[in-house]
């Protein structure tokens, strides 16, 4: 596998993709990955056609296979607990591959958009944004999930309590909470708890040591590209110049390092995905709101500042449990 160095890819890039096409290939999109520095990923809505003719998206598949030593095996009866109103146990719907799950950390969505006097039908792998400053790291109560220095949004499953704090403030609503496991079990079984929340790393392992996430290796299309931040994010440009489309991922929720680009706006993407919620009776949704509603950055606005003041102390009583309990423990789970 050839590697290019930065300034070599950004070269051809910014060459082949505004004159030639991104005409990248496959190995040459998987060989960027810098395994160093912020990392960021290019998820290209005129590549991916959903592996419709798959039994499952591949990215799916490679997502499940790679994390399935890390899915949750709770307890066997999941009980109710203060304050939580809702058993949120999935362990007996693991099948499940159309949404986010515990046992399900990217899904396809497809949405039917007319646009431009044409109608499209797009494929939307979705996941974690890793947003650059992320809301869910900011206003964990027990501050156990991480911005870590490569770009990766992570979460410690061995002291996360599954209050679902981060899944509040995310504007895609992204953890999900997997109840009758975690460390809450061993402090506080009967009293309180909520389980531990999943969600995309990014393949975080992976990433450490250089590799690309397994969902895009996975792709047979080559929809998704990663590689250094930057890069991702001249490449993306790059591409919606290209096919006069829209980039989505740049500045929402503060920016993330997940660079979408499409035919057509996210306004209307969004606007019939809210049309497909309501006929299908979902009830969650996982849009692509322009301003994320109600959550936008809590980091930055003042509601989310009192926030995080007054969940400090907590974060500092359970970063002592956590730290005791995980020397006691001896480890984490986030090997491949
Ligand atoms: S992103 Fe790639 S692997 Fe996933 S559904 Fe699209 S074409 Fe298939
Ligand atoms: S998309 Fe949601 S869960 Fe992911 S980093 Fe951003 S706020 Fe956190
Ligand atoms: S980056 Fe890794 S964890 Fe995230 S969706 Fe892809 S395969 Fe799954």
């Known amino acids: 596998m050839s590697v290019f160095s930065r300034r070599e890819f950004l070269k051809r890039s910014v060459a082949s993709g505004v004159a030639g096409g991104l005409a990248l290939t496959g190995l040459e999109r998987r060989a960027i990955a810098s395994g160093a520095g912020d990392v960021g990923t290019v998820i290209d809505l005129t590549r991916c056609d959903g592996c419709r003719t798959l039994p499952l998206p591949a990215c799916v598949g490679a997502c499940r296979d ?6 949750p095996e709770p307890v066997k009866d999941v009980g109710y607990y203060w304050p939580q109103k809702k058993r949120e146990d999935w362990s007996k719907k ?26 499209h039908t797009l494929y939307l792998q979705r996941r974690c944004m890793h947003c ?23 979460i410690d499953h061995d002291l996360c309590f ?22 809450y079990l061993k402090i506080t079984p009967a009293f309180a708890g909520g389980g531990v929340m999943y969600k995309c790393d990014l393949c975080y392992d992976r990433v450490k040591s250089g ?29 919606a110049n290209e096919i006069g489309g829209y980039l989505y991922g740049e500045r929402e929720n503060g920016g993330t390092s997940t660079f979408y680009v499409s035919p057509v706006p996210f306004e209307k993407i ?67």
């Open 211 to 239: 590799r690309a996430p397994a969902c895009v290796e996975a792709c047979p299309r080559d929809a998704i590209s990663f590689g250094g931040k930057e890069e991702m994010h001249t490449l993306a440009h790059a591409r």
């Open 162 to 183: 599954g209050g679902a704090k981060c899944r509040t403030v995310c504007p895609w609503g992204i953890p999900a909470r997997q109840a009758g496991v975690g460390i």
């Open 66 to 71: 790679k994390n399935m030593n890390r899915f």
């Open 270 to 336: 969004h606007a019939a995905l809210l049309k497909q919620k309501a006929r299908q009776d979902k009830p969650e949704l996982f849009g692509f709101p322009g301003t994320p509603v109600g959550v936008e950055n809590m980091t930055e606005t003042a509601n989310g500042i009192a926030w995080s003041m007054a969940i400090a102390p907590v974060v500092g009583i359970a970063a002592a449990v956590g730290a005791a309990y995980k020397t006691m423990k001896g480890g984490g789970d986030d090997a491949e």
């Open 132 to 154: 650059a400053n992320p809301p869910c790291a900011d206003l964990c109560p027990f501050g156990v999930l991480y911005k870590m220095p490569e770009g990766p949004v992570v």
């Open 94 to 119: 693991r099948g499940i591959t159309d949404r986010l799950t515990p046992y399900n950390w990217t899904f396809v969505q497809e949405v039917a958009v007319e646009h431009g006097g044409m109608d």
